[in-house]
């Protein structure tokens, strides 16, 4: 099939061989295991056990409190030890439940037992996934109950399976497309039970043409499911950019890809929909890359969600000297951390340990205008501008040129000779401008009228 891709892009430099030929090892934790009761978009969860209780594999922890929300489950049997605001390791504190493992694994009733998922209607899959705390597991985290819950069914035509992986370094889905072919596959098949008009498309970078082999023969026959290469190009897995590759279609800020007629899921995810709804086991564990130049054995562990990073980083080997940077996913768009005291979450695609902090190396220098950031942004917006217009605080002038439109991919930074601080100063803008409407929103919410005066 003829590979597809999009306008704009950069290729920066892979490392996925350092990973990509590492086996997923299981990996049993050793210490206290911490769950954040945030590790999605939305609300957080709201504790549901207490210092002192007796929890089991697949209990839930925490419970979703609203709409856009999830259920953290516990992935391990043991006793609640704290529940406690703990810094995610990027300054931010969030209300967690910390677990001593009893490494019994004693689990709740019925857990991992096979389901005649065949049988199930569409509210009790969509039900078993919400109830399973599944969440976007490529970094975005944006929960899978509300990315399924679309206004009609019958008009989506295309659920993309995202398995593009265009950030260096990571491996993780690569591997589970090697490893768990059939996984991946029953998910995207479950998940086509709710879009009966749909087709079912795994996008895949074509630097992984053993990956693409295998879901091929996998595929092979099916009227509804088939594979699409994609030209390895970053950011060839941002949602707007794959729906773009796969269908032709645009999407913006203001759409939803349903709107589109299209919904897309992160490759781990649709694996844990095939868990979550053929065998009754919730989101508990997730497969991490730890890699990087500081790494000794770069690899691929599945571990129990919680797990502290520092035992993952002490099973691949440790480091080769004291890391200049570790961040949790990839390069471009992953967020740095302190220290190695920060637990698994539903959204740790890849530890990366680096001997050196590139960025902090370069100081940045006066725009030489060669335009090269625009030839790169895949949302066709003009970085060099909207950087000026942030940094004079313009936000009228910066929505007005399409700042909200910016994807945060990083790609104008990545490539700007003059290693000018473009997408950190958009993003910041973006953010500002986004609570600035909610802000607005708010408080014509709370003002007597509604704030409808005038309306007829
Ligand atoms: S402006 Fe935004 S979308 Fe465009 S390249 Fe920069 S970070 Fe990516
Ligand atoms: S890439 Fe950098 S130097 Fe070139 S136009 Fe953009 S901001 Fe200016």
Redesign the pocket.
Known sequence: MKTRSFKGGVHPAGGKEMSSGSQIVRLEPKGELIFPMLQHIGAPATPAVKPGDRVLLGSVIGRASGFVSCNIISSVSGTVKRVEPIDNGAGTMIESVVIESDSEYEAVEGFGDPRDYDRLSKDEIRRIISEAGLVGMGGAGFPTSVKLAVKDDSLIDYVIVNGAECEPYITCDHRLMLERTEKAVLGLKILLRLFENAKGVFAVENNKPDAIGALGEAVRGSKRMYVQPLKTKY?QGGERVVVNAVTGRRLSSKKLPSELGCVVVNLATVAAVADAVAYSTPLVSRIVTVTGEDIKEPSNFEVPLGTATGELVEAAGGFLEPPKKIILGGPMMGSSVSGLNVPVTKTTSCILCLKNDGAAAKEPSACIRCGR?LD????R?M?AK?KALADRFDYGGFENLGGLE????????YICPAKRR??QS??AAKRQVLADKRAAAQKRSLEPSGGKEGEK
Not at 406 to 412: D, F, N
């Open positions: 950011p950031c790169v942004c895949p949302e917006l970085p909207l910016c994807i945060g991919c990083g790609s104008c930074t473009l997408s958009i993003t």
